[in-house]
């Protein structure tokens, strides 16, 4: 066997391997709605709820390393940041 397809088996083996590392994809109970105005709420859940709350909609390449790794990653430090109208406190 030359080295080539031994490269070849090894990173298909490491591909295989990392689907094993668990990767938390969770949607923790909501805390309340944001008070803002109907068409700004729209806008919200369209473009920011996926990231910036609990109810996202984990797409499939979000099962799937390392990709996954990298969904979880944005998607976890934004829950921290929550969504408000620009203005609030």
């Known amino acids: 066997m030359t ?3 031994k490269i070849g088996i ?5 591909l295989v391997a990392i689907q094993l590392v668990p ?4 949607n923790p109970p909501e805390t309340g709605p ?10 919200l859940e369209r ?3 996926d990231c ?3 109810q996202t909609a984990w797409p499939w390449y979000s099962r799937v390393a390392p990709a996954s790794w990298l969904v979880a990653r944005d998607v976890n430090p ?6 408000r109208p620009t203005g609030s406190p």
């Open 34 to 43: 944001i008070e803002t105005p109907a068409d700004v709420r729209v806008v």
């Open 78 to 83: 934004a829950r921290d940041r929550p969504l």
């Open 10 to 14: 090894a990173v298909l083996v490491a």
């Open 23 to 26: 990767v938390s994809r969770t």
């Open 52 to 54: 910036h709350s609990n």
């Open 47 to 49: 473009s920011c709820y």
């Open 3 to 5: 080295r080539t397809p």
